[in-house]
T-cell receptor
Framework: DAKTTQPNSMESNEEEPVHLPCNHSTISGTDYIHWYRQLPSQGPEYVIH???SNVNNRMASLAIAEDRKSSTLILHRATLRDAAVYYCILRDVGGGSNYKLTFGKGTLLTVNP | DAGVIQSPRHEVTEMGQEVTLRCKPISGHDYLFWYRQTMMRGLELLIY????????DSGMPEDRFSAKMPNASFSNLKIQPSEPRDSAVYFCASSLGGFTEAFFGQGTRLTVV
């Protein structure tokens, strides 16, 4: 599986933007970039995904570098509820066993009031 | 839909006993994933199914673990015999198509004493 690298932890203040980086230098042309997060004592939840273009949804924005070797998840105004572990995952559209959703260690985001 | 439903939420059992964890995926979803989460190893994919057929069970730790999906509405994960090192939170997730967002259940916290 193509590997991603994320910082172990980050801190933010409430109502400020947060930029969570992810490096994926071995990404292949058919890998989509997915982000999930896991709130305390809950299962992971989907945040956003993209291939080449930047993506926006209600929860966040995903900015993808032109060479696709890195991406950034952007939370526009962090709230206390956004404190979670954020996982950046590569998923190959090739199918079969490539439909694995393999989690790394993620980034623990702390939001200060 | 009520989401992915796992039962029980908590299970405490003695070493050597058989343990059965249950999962009801979201109706209409054709992929089902079983994960295990521990502090040491993070989130590990154990096995996943497509249309009730196991596709990849390479993450199943040993023969003591087995998983079945007898129909589209139900899957179970069995551990026989259970050992203290099996203590973890077990998550089930489902998705429509192998590549779309996966929805996770609340997990089953298993403690083997």
């Amino acid at each position: 599986d193509a590997k991603t690298t994320q910082p172990n932890s980050m801190e933010s203040n409430e109502e400020e933007p947060v930029h969570l980086p992810c490096n994926h230098s071995t990404i292949s042309g058919t890998d989509y970039i997915h982000w999930y997060r896991q709130l305390p004592s809950q299962g992971p939840e989907y945040v956003i995904h993209g291939l080449t273009s930047n993506v926006n949804n209600r929860m966040a924005s995903l900015a993808i570098a032109e060479d696709r070797k890195s991406s950034t998840l952007i939370l526009h105004r962090a709230t206390l509820r956004d404190a979670a572990v954020y996982y950046c995952i590569l998923r190959d559209v090739g199918g079969g066993s490539n439909y694995k959703l393999t989690f790394g260690k993620g980034t623990l985001l702390t939001v200060n009031p | 839909d009520a989401g992915v439903i796992q039962s029980p939420r908590h299970e405490v059992t003695e070493m050597g006993q058989e343990v059965t964890l249950r999962c009801k995926p979201i109706s209409g979803h054709d992929y089902l994933f079983w994960y295990r989460q521990t502090m040491m190893r993070g989130l590990e994919l154990l096995i996943y199914f497509n249309n009730n057929v196991p596709i990849d069970d390479s993450g199943m730790p040993e023969d003591r673990f087995s998983a079945k999906m007898p129909n589209a509405s139900f899957s179970n994960l069995k551990i026989q015999p259970s050992e203290p090192r099996d203590s973890a939170v077990y998550f089930c997730a489902s998705s429509l198509g192998g590549f779309t967002e996966a929805f996770f259940g609340q997990g089953t916290r298993l403690t083997v004493v």
